[in-house]
């Protein structure tokens, strides 16, 4: 049915409008941990932003798709006037002029649905890309903030000056210091 793109886009939608409120809401602490790290940041921002534009191109392209497949179920011609659709090319060739006259069979069924399925593993194949990119660069990022806190745990301990015997003094000193 024509709403199935309908009902994906607007769980997007609400999805993200959710992402962008939370986002606004604790923008003072987003912006202090974007400025740990401004060039990995804006590379995981970047990849974020193409990839929810990506996916949201991607639900809009199967409108069309769904249209053509509607017009074919209310047996109407399959070529009539409409541009056969990318996705379902195989199925519109199959089907021909010959739309609610046509049947297929059980073996015809498997094969259609596999090229079918296979073109949108195809499609996906950029997506799925981009959200391994993004957990690859989010566990960069948490690897690059361990280096630097080990850094800050060695330069405070190369700080310390505990060549006065007095452990105590020596933490006081750095605390001062």
């Known amino acids: 049915?024509?709403?199935?793109?309908?009902?994906?886009?607007?769980?997007?939608?609400?999805?993200?409008?959710?992402?962008?409120?939370?986002?606004?809401?604790i923008f003072g602490r987003l912006a202090d941990i974007f400025s740990y790290n401004p060039p990995l940041n804006s590379v995981i921002l970047a990849v974020a932003v193409f990839g929810v534009a990506f996916t949201f191109r991607q639900v809009l392209m199967l409108y069309p798709e769904v249209a053509w497949i509607e017009s074919v179920r209310r047996d109407r011609v399959a070529g009539s006037g409409e541009k056969a659709p990318r996705l379902l090319g195989p199925m519109a060739t199959m089907l021909g002029d010959r739309a609610g006259k046509f049947r297929l069979s059980t073996m015809s069924s498997r094969s259609l649905l596999d090229s079918i399925s296979a073109r949108l593993d195809e499609s996906r194949e950029l997506s799925r890309y981009l959200i391994s990119l993004l957990i690859f660069l989010g566990l960069l990022g948490t690897f690059w903030g361990l280096l630097e806190t080990v850094r800050s745990v060695g330069g405070v301990i190369q700080a310390l000056d505990i060549s006065a015997g007095d452990i105590n003094a020596a933490f006081d000193a750095l605390k001062q210091g």
């Open 1 to 25: 049915c024509m709403t199935t793109p309908k009902r994906f886009l607007t769980r997007m939608i609400v999805f993200l409008v959710v992402v962008l409120v939370v986002g606004i809401v």
